[in-house]
């Protein structure tokens, strides 16, 4: 399985926007699509947004839909996570899987995790 790689964590007030990258050169050959996550210390990891490989279907965790964006960048070869508006209750580590199943509100990765990137959003 292909490992993803995650970037563009930071530090942002509440309001302010940050752009995540995961580098997807290749992934599992059955995998109809991927998802970003998010898990705190003591929580489990969250869905928060998805999208098919074909056609660029997506799907949002009712948390983040109208502030967050996922995208894809063939150019860059990388699947892109806009946060916007964003809130304290937005700081996690957050981590992309190349390959998820049960595409919708029970999203959940089946292929490798990377290292995430950690995002803190200070009040």
């Known amino acids: 399985q292909v490992q993803p790689v995650e970037s563009g964590g930071g530090l942002v007030q509440a309001g302010g926007s940050l752009r995540l990258s995961c580098a997807a050169s290749?992934?599992?050959?059955?995998?109809?699509?991927m998802g970003w996550f998010r898990q705190t210390p003591g929580k489990e990891r969250e869905f928060v947004a998805g999208?098919?490989?074909?056609?660029?279907?997506?799907y949002y965790a009712d948390a983040v839909k109208g502030r967050f964006t996922i995208s894809r960048d063939n150019a860059m070869k990388t699947v892109d996570l806009q946060m916007n508006s964003l809130k304290p209750e937005d700081t996690a580590v957050y981590y992309c899987?190349?390959?998820?199943?049960?595409?919708?509100?029970?999203?959940?990765?089946?292929?490798?995790w990377g290292q995430g990137t950690q995002v803190t959003v200070s009040s």
């Open positions: 290749g992934r599992t050959f059955s995998s109809k699509a």
């Open positions: 999208m098919k490989w074909s056609g660029g279907i997506t």
């Open positions: 899987n190349l390959d998820v199943e049960n595409f919708g509100a029970t999203m959940r990765g089946r292929g490798s």
